[in-house]
């Protein structure tokens, strides 16, 4: 039977590639937070069936829409069939970021 033997560069290596990951991970998570585009005063918010409203003229089967830090978080089915998750800033009804 042969013994594998860590050698102390291919530690080092590991190490080294873990940490990468782990801080691109992390920075790329950030990116959302610290832009803050859902930060409109309470007083200035437009109401959820408004934001319904207009996405459901513009072609979006809308299955439920809730505030989610400061944003609305949209879960619908897109004019072209695709299920989206979508935050919108209450103020303005822009869309800030979406995925599947």
């Not at 290596?13 to 790329?28: E, H, K, M, N």
């Not at 207009?54 to 619908?76: H, N, S």
């Amino acid at each position: 039977m042969k013994n594998t033997v860590f050698t102390t560069a291919k530690i080092a290596t590991f190490a080294v590639t873990l940490l990468a990951g782990a801080a691109l991970s992390l920075s790329s998570t950030a990116a959302f937070a610290d832009d803050n585009y859902c930060n409109a005063p309470k007083a200035d918010w437009q109401s959820i069936d408004a934001l319904k409203e207009k996405l459901t003229a513009d072609g979006w089967d809308i299955r439920k829409i809730k505030e989610d830090d400061g944003c609305y978080e949209v879960y619908a089915i897109k004019p072209d069939g695709k299920k989206i998750e979508a935050y919108f800033n209450p103020a303005s009804f822009e869309l800030v970021k979406e995925g599947d």
